[in-house]
């Protein structure tokens, strides 16, 4: 069980909790419970790297911990 931040910059950060065999379309179901967001509307990246929702936290080697930008399509 890991814990990612996710900060959008604008005032919502969310703490997830999730698992790293969890894809991003997992963990963006969990940020849109606990931000109030449409799913497929949460775009996250790191840097300029964007996450695409087919593959799991640990092929990006998302770890306990790590922050994540959250933006809004």
Same mark, same amino acid.
């Given at each position: *069980?890991?814990?990612?931040?996710?900060?959008?910059?604008?005032? +919502? +950060?969310?703490?997830? !909790?999730?698992?790293? =065999?969890?894809?991003?379309? =997992?963990?963006? !179901?969990?940020?849109?419970?606990?931000?109030?967001?449409?799913?497929? !509307?949460?775009?996250? +990246? !790191?840097?300029?790297?964007?996450? +695409?929702?087919? *593959?799991?936290?640990?092929?990006?080697?998302?770890?306990?911990? *790590?922050?994540?930008?959250?933006?809004?399509?």
């Amino acid at each position: *069980m890991i814990e990612v931040v996710c900060n959008d910059r604008l005032g +919502k +950060k969310a703490r997830i !909790k999730c698992n790293t =065999d969890d894809t991003i379309r =997992d963990l963006k !179901k969990l940020i849109a419970a606990q931000t109030g967001t449409r799913w497929n !509307k949460i775009v996250l +990246k !790191k840097w300029y790297t964007i996450f +695409k929702d087919h *593959m799991s936290l640990g092929d990006y080697e998302i770890h306990y911990g *790590m922050n994540l930008e959250l933006y809004y399509q």
